[in-house]
C-alpha cells in the first residue's frame, strides 16, 4: 500500500493552470483517465499511466506520450465504465488510497454529474477523496470536516441521496444547529465563510460540499 496520493486528470474543465498547481504536491503521482492527459501536458508535467479507450486524444499527444514513454493502459471503446471509473479503479488496484481528481467538473452535464456520484462508492467514502480543480472544490461529508479557504469563500451544502440530519457548522455566516436538509430544499445553498477555517458535522447521512474559492472564481469569469 503507498502512502503517496494519486490525482487523477479527468477531461472536464480546467479553468485556471496555476489554482490546479497550487492544489498539487511534492510526491503526487499523476494519473490521466485519457484526455485528462491534455491538462497534465499543459501544467507542464508527465503521467504516471494513461487509461482509458483513447477517442479523444489527438493522435500527436499520444504519440509524445508514447515517446516519452508513458505507460498507456488501453480500454475497448465499447464499455461498461467511463475513464474516470476506470482510472479510480486502477489507482485502487495500485494501492493508493488517498485520491484527487482534477477536472472532473465543467462541460457536460451528465459526466459532471456521474463524476460526482463516482465519490459516493461505499470503498472510496473510507479513504481521504476529493475533486477539486483549484478554483472549486467538492467532497462529502459524513461524520466530520475541517475546511480550509478565505474569508468570503461560498460554501454550499447539500444533502444527497436523501435526507440529512443533525448538520452543525462554525465558521459560515449563516451557521446551522442541529439542522435537518432535505433534498428539495435550498436552505443550505451559498453561504459564506467568515474564517479561514470552517467546522461541519453530520449525524447522519451524505451532505456534499460545494468550496468555491470566490477570488479565483472572478478572475476565471474575467
Known amino acids: 500500500m503507498t502512502g ?19 492544489i498539487l504536491f511534492p510526491g503526487d503521482v499523476f494519473f490521466a483517465a485519457d484526455a485528462g492527459a491534455i491538462h497534465i501536458l499543459r501544467l507542464g508535467l508527465l503521467p504516471e499511466v494513461v487509461i482509458g479507450d483513447q477517442d479523444s486524444l489527438p493522435v500527436d499527444v499520444v504519440q509524445k506520450l508514447d515517446a516519452a514513454g508513458v505507460r498507456m493502459v488501453r480500454h475497448p471503446q465499447d464499455k461498461d465504465l467511463t475513464d474516470l471509473e476506470l482510472s479510480i479503479n486502477f489507482a485502487l488496484e495500485e494501492g493508493y488510497r488517498k485520491l484527487l481528481i482534477v477536472a472532473g467538473l465543467g462541460g457536460r452535464l451528465d459526466m459532471t454529474l456521474s463524476n460526482i456520484s463516482l465519490l459516493t462508492r461505499p470503498d472510496l467514502l473510507e479513504l481521504e477523496v476529493s475533486m477539486d480543480d483549484g478554483v472549486e472544490q467538492v467532497l462529502f461529508v459524513q461524520k466530520k470536516l475541517v475546511l480550509d479557504g478565505q474569508i468570503g469563500d461560498t460554501i454550499s451544502l447539500l444533502p444527497w441521496g436523501g435526507p440529512v440530519e443533525i448538520v452543525n457548522t462554525s465558521g459560515l455566516r449563516w451557521p446551522l444547529n442541529r439542522a435537518h436538509l432535505e433534498v428539495f430544499k435550498t436552505r443550505s445553498v451559498s453561504n459564506e465563510m467568515l474564517a479561514d477555517q470552517v467546522e461541519i458535522e453530520v449525524g447522519s447521512g451524505l451532505l456534499l460540499c460545494i468550496h468555491q474559492r470566490n477570488h479565483l472564481t472572478e478572475k476565471t469569469q474575467k
Open 4 to 22: 503517496n496520493r494519486a490525482v487523477i486528470f479527468a477531461n472536464g474543465s480546467l479553468p485556471d493552470l496555476e489554482a490546479a498547481r497550487n
